[in-house]
């Protein structure tokens, strides 16, 4: 079996467009008037959709599924060496150290969570309040200090690590901004932690998918990332990283694979990365998030060019419509990658959100993305979000400021209510896919 070769289709669309492409772009959404558009799905940040590359590699596994590690037949020998020729390729992809452990997970929560098990116990952890709730709810208690940031973040951690007690510390840093997509200074946040003695862990869930992450490059000990926003939609995450504490902690799932031996009165368990990975492993889902990676890989001149040249265009748009205000931690004029939040004046972002879906085929987030300190902050209660990526074009981002123009000017074309906790046009009837109706 070859690894990440793309299919034909995946390799034209590249070659036309030098950019990897996307089994989303081809979707087509319903509106209330009838009529049927090109779905704008500006909602990357949430979600990616599936590299056709990807797509196109798990259906050439899929007939070689099989149990991993624990099997003679073929066909699990050949999925026990594609889960771990996967593991090397999300080690290359994040250029981890060649010590370094990389442990399947189900996504960026689920890897913090396994390494808020795996610090020692007495362990000072230093977090941002205003960052995901993935990176912020796995640390609880006395050890734990939260910061919040300033324009001045480098100053902002020196002071936090400063009143921290001697011992083993840990501080964890976003790449970039889930709520507004900045960008941080992760290689300056991490001198100032090893000026105090501390780790650092990268969370790159939001960065992965826009710029190459280089763990040796930012000096940071251990990085995690989701498979869902590097366009590999099928339930895999990674924690990369260095192996003490993993290898000391007790394995995060108690279950087969996780032991060497066990006997009526002991258990003898793994060392390597297996210790964390019980159970029957995502196979497919780490193929796919490898694939992806190699993808990316090869493209990234060309995915920062585009999201940069939408991200410009759709910031200058958003301030030409009165009402509208991006919003910002560390500065309005820091850099990001393609992701901003507004509000609309005091127009609810729920309402806001359906009528771009039901009157123009626009996929946005409204809320607080799971990152309610940063976005109450912020705004006092919600937003919206517009995330970009390789499925996005100018089209979609003009599209987003033509319907949020004419909101501000008209209101909505239909009227709206609320249903089920969310607002829906009265009268919706916009049919769903026929797949569904087989469930």
């Given at each position: 079996?070859?690894?990440?070769?793309?299919?034909?289709?995946a390799?034209?669309?590249?070659?036309?467009?030098?950019?990897?492409?996307?089994?989303?772009?081809?979707?087509?959404?319903?509106?209330?008037?009838?009529?049927?558009?090109?779905?704008?799905?500006?909602?990357?940040?949430?979600?990616?959709?599936?590299l056709?590359?990807?797509?196109?590699?798990?259906?050439?596994?899929?007939?070689?599924?099989a149990?991993?590690?624990?099997?003679?037949?073929?066909?699990?020998?050949?999925?026990?060496k594609?889960?771990?020729?996967?593991?090397?390729?999300?080690?290359?992809?994040?250029?981890?150290r060649r010590?370094?452990?990389?442990?399947?997970t189900?996504?960026?929560?689920d890897?913090?969570?396994?390494?808020?098990?795996?610090?020692?116990?007495?362990?000072?952890?230093?977090?941002?309040d205003?960052?995901?709730?993935?990176?912020?709810?796995?640390?609880?208690?006395?050890?734990?200090?939260?910061?919040t940031p300033?324009?001045?973040?480098?100053?902002?951690?020196?002071?936090?690590?400063?009143?921290?007690?001697?011992?083993?510390?840990?501080?964890?840093?976003?790449?970039a901004?889930?709520?507004?997509?900045?960008?941080?200074?992760?290689a300056?946040?991490?001198?100032?932690?090893?000026?105090?003695?501390?780790?650092?862990?990268?969370?790159?869930?939001?960065?992965?998918?826009?710029?190459?992450?280089?763990?040796?490059?930012?000096?940071?000990?251990?990085v995690?990332?989701?498979?869902?926003?590097?366009?590999?939609?099928?339930?895999?995450?990674?924690?990369?990283?260095?192996?003490?504490?993993?290898?000391?902690?007790?394995?995060?799932l108690?279950?087969g694979?996780?032991t060497?031996?066990?006997?009526e009165?002991?258990?003898s368990?793994?060392?390597?990365?297996?210790?964390?990975?019980?159970?029957?492993?995502?196979?497919?889902?780490?193929?796919?998030?490898?694939?992806?990676?190699?993808?990316?890989?090869?493209?990234?001149?060309?995915?920062?060019a585009?999201e940069?040249?939408?991200?410009?265009?759709?910031?200058t748009g958003?301030?030409?419509?009165?009402?509208?205000?991006?919003?910002?931690?560390?500065?309005e004029?820091?850099?990001?990658?393609?992701?901003?939040?507004?509000?609309?004046?005091?127009?609810?972002?729920?309402?806001?959100?359906?009528?771009?879906?039901?009157?123009?085929g626009i996929?946005?987030?409204?809320?607080a993305?799971?990152?309610?300190?940063?976005v109450?902050?912020?705004?006092g209660?919600?937003?919206?979000r517009?995330?970009?990526?390789?499925?996005?074009?100018?089209?979609?981002?003009?599209?987003?400021?033509?319907?949020?123009?004419r909101?501000?000017?008209?209101?909505?074309?239909?009227?709206?209510?609320?249903v089920?906790?969310?607002?829906?046009?009265?009268?919706?009837?916009?049919?769903?896919?026929?797949?569904?109706?087989?469930?």
């Amino acid at each position: 079996m070859t690894f990440a070769i793309p299919h034909a289709r995946a390799a034209v669309e590249a070659l036309k467009t030098g950019l990897p492409s996307v089994a989303g772009s081809r979707l087509t959404v319903p509106l209330v008037d009838g009529t049927q558009v090109q779905y704008a799905n500006l909602d990357h940040a949430a979600s990616a959709p599936c590299l056709d590359a990807v797509q196109d590699a798990v259906d050439e596994l899929l007939p070689w599924y099989a149990s991993v590690h624990r099997g003679a037949g073929f066909a699990s020998q050949v999925s026990t060496k594609v889960y771990e020729k996967a593991r090397q390729v999300v080690r290359e992809f994040v250029r981890a150290r060649r010590t370094d452990e990389v442990v399947f997970t189900r996504n960026t929560t689920d890897a913090l969570n396994l390494l808020a098990r795996a610090v020692p116990a007495n362990t000072s952890v230093v977090v941002f309040d205003t960052d995901h709730h993935a990176a912020l709810l796995p640390w609880r208690g006395p050890n734990v200090h939260r910061v919040t940031p300033t324009a001045n973040v480098d100053g902002d951690l020196n002071e936090a690590l400063a009143r921290t007690p001697a011992g083993p510390r840990l501080v964890v840093v976003t790449g970039a901004a889930n709520v507004t997509g900045e960008l941080w200074p992760v290689a300056r946040l991490a001198a100032v932690a090893r000026r105090h003695g501390a780790r650092v862990v990268l969370d790159a869930a939001q960065l992965a998918a826009h710029r190459p992450v280089d763990v040796r490059e930012l000096n940071v000990d251990y990085v995690v990332l989701s498979g869902h926003k590097l366009y590999a939609p099928f339930g895999a995450g990674a924690l990369v990283g260095r192996a003490d504490w993993l290898r000391a902690a007790y394995p995060y799932l108690a279950g087969g694979g996780a032991t060497r031996l066990v006997t009526e009165r002991a258990v003898s368990w793994n060392h390597g990365p297996e210790r964390h990975e019980a159970g029957s492993p995502n196979v497919v889902g780490a193929y796919a998030l490898a694939v992806a990676c190699q993808t990316l890989r090869r493209s990234w001149d060309a995915v920062v060019a585009h999201e940069e040249e939408l991200l410009a265009r759709l910031r200058t748009g958003l301030a030409s419509i009165p009402g509208v205000r991006q919003l910002s931690i560390l500065g309005e004029d820091a850099p990001r990658v393609g992701v901003v939040s507004f509000t609309v004046g005091d127009r609810d972002p729920g309402l806001v959100a359906a009528y771009l879906s039901a009157e123009y085929g626009i996929g946005v987030r409204d809320g607080a993305f799971c990152a309610h300190i940063a976005v109450n902050r912020l705004t006092g209660g919600r937003a919206l979000r517009a995330s970009l990526g390789l499925g996005s074009t100018a089209e979609h981002v003009d599209r987003l400021l033509t319907a949020l123009r004419r909101l501000v000017t008209d209101g909505p074309a239909r009227q709206y209510e609320l249903v089920d906790g969310r607002y829906a046009p009265v009268e919706d009837t916009r049919p769903l896919p026929a797949f569904l109706t087989g469930l």
